[in-house]
DNA sequence: GAACCCTATCAACGTCATTGTCAAGATGCT
DNA sequence: AGCATCTTGACAATGACGTTGATAGGGTTC
């Protein structure tokens, strides 16, 4: 289940030490199994301009650590603070353009209401599940 | 369809020139009308917490201007943008804590883009008009 | 007393988010 | 070659969301 060959060895211990979280590696089954996404989701993700893996040659997505943790941020966005995708969107556009990381301070005040007050009242859809 | 007396004559002319925009002066019927939008959706807006508008001793809500402004906000953004209630809420919110006015400058935006191309692909309920 | 406000509830209607499937074709690995 | 996975595109089911609308019972304003 896993086209082993786009794992590549190379990619760990190259530069001494660290993974380069821009370097693309996940085949979309897989990206999509780490975020416990369906791969269908993802590929509206892209769609909606939200994420942007890179391609290989052969027009292949593959994601980076960095397209995860964006993926983490949009699942977090729209389960835990039910926003929508517009919402994510104008919010990840609004953090380019001030270029203040606005999502980790929303994310902080959220691990503080440990209350568990509900974010909105009204929640996206997290049925749809079966 | 006024409730004429809530319209207080001493509002204008009563500091010399300006109207306060702080000043509680729309009953909701009012409001709505002059938002164009239905008396229903005023009061979810405020069971959101998105509008908190003042009410009289005997509990009627009174809308001032600076709530008026803030309604045609969140319209623009629903409408507009297509950004649910809990992604408005939480723009508001970053707006107070960062003390800046991004959405001036998500307007702009908007407003530069006449190519009219969809804000994020899929729009919001903009249907249910009968 | 007529017209409006309050809360609360129920509902219709269309859209949205997510998951899912199916088809037909390309790619990767063994 | 053959099998698994990828691609795009279409279609659908399910539940929640946004908005408007109606209704009921009771208070407020004039």
Redesign the interface.
């Known amino acids: 289940m896993t086209l082993i060959g786009f794992y590549d060895p190379f990619m760990y211990g190259s530069g001494g030490k660290g993974v380069d979280p821009e370097r693309p590696v996940y085949v979309i089954s897989v990206a999509a199994e780490i975020v416990a996404v369906h791969p269908r989701t993802l590929r509206i993700y892209e ?3 939200l994420i942007c893996p890179r391609r290989t040659s052969t027009n292949i997505r593959l994601f980076s650590e960095n397209d995860l943790r964006r993926i983490l941020w949009i699942r977090h ?1 729209t389960q835990d ?11 990840f ?2 953090e380019e ?2 270029g ?1 990381r ?1 999502l980790e ?2 994310y902080e ?1 959220s691990r503080n209401d440990e209350t568990e007050k509900r ?4 929640r ?1 859809a997290e049925g749809a599940r079966r």
């Open positions: 769609e909606e301009g966005l603070r039910g926003i929508n995708l517009a919402g994510v969107k104008t919010l556009e609004l353009r001030l203040t606005i301070r929303l005040e974010p909105a009242g009204r996206v």
